[in-house]
């Protein structure tokens, strides 16, 4: 093994979720960390703040549910490895039913408390434009879906691939104080968490049929010549996006309105609901749950005051829309986050083609320790394939076709079939397990494998 203290410093360009945690897990290995992040002196078009790990988009980190949800999985495993962004979201834990929901801000605080508390990692505030480094050096980009046009091109250059492209939308976030409780109430669905998470806003169905129609005839925001091509992330779809698709498309997606009982009418089950999360800790926003959009802002006031207890809503941020870049992974990535024509570099988080907070986060994990375990001459032990982790990482690094690949979050889908998962009845037709009994059994496999993995890779 190396001497730590003669040890080069890694280079992890990118403050946000995925650099973060990378340089996090680096520095828990003894190894210096030099991270770049380019604000406040360059901004972008979704932050706000020039905080290291800023959520940007929802407050969710989605379902906490370890034995029947994939994103719940990984969230347990990220605790076993000693994430540093779930630490930082548990500590800034909000009510949510069964999901992870955070204080936005202070979520980011916690995060830049640790990365400027910990000696071993220098923060520098500057853009980089170009990556230029010694042959010995060892890079993680993590710059994430809004990677600054001089980053994207010096990335182009070296991949000698265009990057590839989608939009992504945020929601609007709303004054608690501004919401009539005369036709809104509190509960989550079927009472999850402490039954009383959400704040639910009722449609009947003329109701519900006009703000569909409202949504699809409102004026959006236009897009530039350059991005009319570029699709969507079909796990983040603009609101009036989904209502296009069909009148019940909302009533059967984030408006649906089971699992609730409107105490103001309890005989009356309403035709759609709308729902708010708490977006912080003192509980004076919420955010519109499911309500990304590309509505202009004088639209967006107009359509969603017309919601049932939101005739006076006050906004504290309208919804958004902003373009995402991300590599392709399965072409360009090694088994160990490495690009293949340049293998100084790392990628990392949802340049790589991952969505969702905690897949970035988790893929930042992951570079971070493969940089640290080369840098101190350790064998890089993939993780097994059967967990929630390892099966995002292949999906990345090789899982999916190179010729189709598109941004995805972590799920089932990506697991590999379980031993056991199918047997023979007595007429020898193939019974295989489903629903809830599959997901329980992938997660329990899952969670054998993670506990069977540590040991290889010197989790500290």
């Known amino acids: 093994m190396k001497e730590i203290n003669m040890l080069k410093p890694i280079h992890v360009v990118g403050g946000g979720l995925a650099g973060s945690e990378a340089a996090w897990q680096i520095a828990r290995y003894g190894i210096p960390v030099i991270l770049y992040e380019m604000r406040p002196d360059r901004k972008t ?7 290291l790990a800023e959520l940007v988009c929802s407050n969710s980190f ?3 549910d370890a034995d029947y949800n994939a994103v719940g999985l990984l969230h347990e495993e990220m605790r076993r490895l000693n994430s540093l962004i779930l630490k930082s979201a548990d500590s800034n834990r909000l009510p949510a039913g069964g999901a992870l929901a955070v204080d936005r801000n202070g979520f980011s605080l916690s995060v830049q408390k640790a990365i400027e508390s910990e000696p071993l990692i220098t923060l520098l505030r500057q853009e980089l434009t170009k990556i230029e480094f010694q042959e010995n050096d060892s890079i993680i980009i ?3 879906p809004l990677t600054s046009p001089s980053l994207s091109q010096a990335i182009i250059n070296i991949t000698g691939r265009d990057n590839l492209a989608f939009f992504d939308a945020i929601a609007p976030i709303v004054y608690k104080d501004s919401i009539d409780f005369d036709k809104a109430w509190f509960q989550s669905r079927y009472d999850k968490g402490n039954s009383a998470d959400y704040i639910n806003c009722p449609m009947d169905q003329g109701q519900y049929e006009l703000f569909i129609q409202d949504l699809v005839e409102s004026e959006k925001v236009s897009f530039h010549e ?3 091509n570029t699709p969507y992330f079909e796990g983040c779809l603009p609101i009036e996006v989904m209502a296009e698709r069909g009148p019940q498309t909302l009533a059967f997606g984030p408006m649906k309105p089971v699992g609730l009982t409107n105490p103001h009418n309890p005989t009356q089950k309403p035709a759609a609901v709308v729902q708010l999360r708490q977006d ?3 509980g004076t926003t919420y955010n519109m749950v499911g309500f990304q959009t590309k509505l202009t802002y004088s639209e967006q006031k107009s359509v969603f005051q017309k919601i049932p207890g939101l005739e006076n809503a006050t906004f504290s941020r309208f919804g958004g829309l902003h373009r995402n870049t991300f590599i392709n992974g399965p072409k360009l ?5 490495k690009l293949k024509s340049k293998p100084i570099l790392r990628f990392a988080g949802q340049i790589t083609g991952c969505e969702g907070y905690v897949e970035s986060a988790s893929i930042g994990l992951l570079a971070g320790r493969f940089a640290a375990f080369e840098r101190l001459g350790h064998e890089i032990v993939l993780p097994p394939l059967e967990t929630a982790i390892g099966s995002l990482l292949r999906h990345i690094t090789g899982g999916n076709d190179p010729s189709n690949y598109q941004p995805m979050n972590i799920n089932f ?3 590999p079939p379980i031993e056991g998962s199918t047997v023979k009845s007595n007429n020898n037709k193939i019974n295989r397990l489903k629903g809830r009994d599959r997901k329980l059994a992938l997660t329990k496999c899952g969670r054998q494998k993670m506990t069977d ?5 010197k989790n500290y």
Request: aromatic share 10%; proline share 6%; glycine share 10%.
């Open 62 to 64: 989605r379902s906490d």
């Open 280 to 282: 912080n800790i003192i």
């Open 45 to 51: 078009d979704a932050h706000i703040t020039d905080g």
């Open 333 to 337: 990535l090694n088994p160990t986050l």
């Open 453 to 457: 993995w540590i040991p290889l890779i």
């Open 413 to 415: 889908g990506l697991f």
């Open 142 to 144: 993590a710059t994430g």
């Open 226 to 228: 350059w991005e009319k």
